[in-house]
T-cell receptor
Framework: GAVVSQHPSWVICKSGTSVKIECRSL??????MFWYRQFPKQSLMLMAT?????????EQGVEKDKFLINHASLTLSTLTVTSAHPEDSSFYIC?????????????FGPGTRLTVT | DQQVKQNSPSLSVQEGRISILNCDYT??????FLWYKKYPAEGPTFLIS?????DKNEDGRFTVFLNKSAKHLSLHIVPSQPGDSAVYFC????????????FGQGTTLQVKP
């Protein structure tokens, strides 16, 4: 149980275009999902908290207008990287909290590798 | 400031021996501590967690110890297996209803056959 999927697993796009990444909780409902970014050999950096039915909460330093987050249902959150630049190239990972979790754990998707050329 | 720190970037252990991964934290406002395992180009996999009111939690080969006075936790893997080779992240959950986790930098564990 507690499976999270992401799509696509990798994407290459040109500078100036937008890319949408989907995060789905497959066997549970998640009122809260999180989006992370990981640079090579570094830790996971929390970008934003995605709340179903309300606006996302962004971490300090993360541009809201560049990284658009939509949490339209209890099983789906999307991250859209707008007007992508090469410096946006990274590994993006989402996570979700099962409603019944009491141990604090988040379950992570497999990640999406974005390369902006 | 780094609220969760894993000071050892790497650890090498012989198969069958104990692996001990360490983590220190500075914030007393964490209510849960978690360990995740991660392979390259994959998402982290949840291993084990411990509540801040406990000092030990065990699950199979994995045991997590929490020393609140030292603000230190450790993950013990016994016996270590080659398949345990991965990056291990320590994480701490803020005592709030946001569910946010703060991650350490990670420790790369290599278990040699």
């Amino acid at each position: 149980g507690a499976v999270v999927s992401q799509h696509p697993s990798w994407v290459i796009c040109k500078s100036g275009t937008s890319v949408k990444i989907e995060c789905r909780s497959l066997d549970f409902q998640a009122t809260t999902m999180f989006w992370y970014r990981q640079f090579p050999k570094q830790s996971l950096m929390l970008m934003a908290t995605s709340n179903e039915g309300s606006k996302a909460t962004y971490e300090q330093g993360v541009e809201k207008d560049k990284f658009l987050i939509n949490h339209a249902s209890l099983t789906l959150s999307t991250l859209t990287v707008t007007s992508a630049h090469p410096e946006d190239s990274s590994f993006y990972i989402c996570s979700a909290i099962p409603g019944t979790s009491g141990r604090g754990e988040q379950y992570f998707g497999p990640g999406t590798r974005l390369t902006v050329t | 400031d780094q609220q969760v720190k894993q000071n050892s970037p790497s650890l090498s252990v012989q198969e069958g021996r104990i692996s001990i991964l360490n983590c220190d934290y500075t914030n007393s406002m964490f209510d849960y501590f978690l360990w995740y395992k991660k392979y390259p180009a994959e998402g982290p996999t949840f291993l084990i967690s411990i509540s801040s009111i406990k000092d030990k939690n065990e699950d199979g080969r994995f045991t997590v110890f929490l020393n609140k006075s030292a603000k230190h936790l450790s993950l013990h893997i016994v016996p270590s297996q080659p398949g345990d080779s991965a990056v291990y992240f320590c994480a701490a959950r803020l005592r709030s209803n946001t569910g946010k986790l703060i991650f350490g930098q990670g420790t790369t564990l290599q278990v040699k056959p």
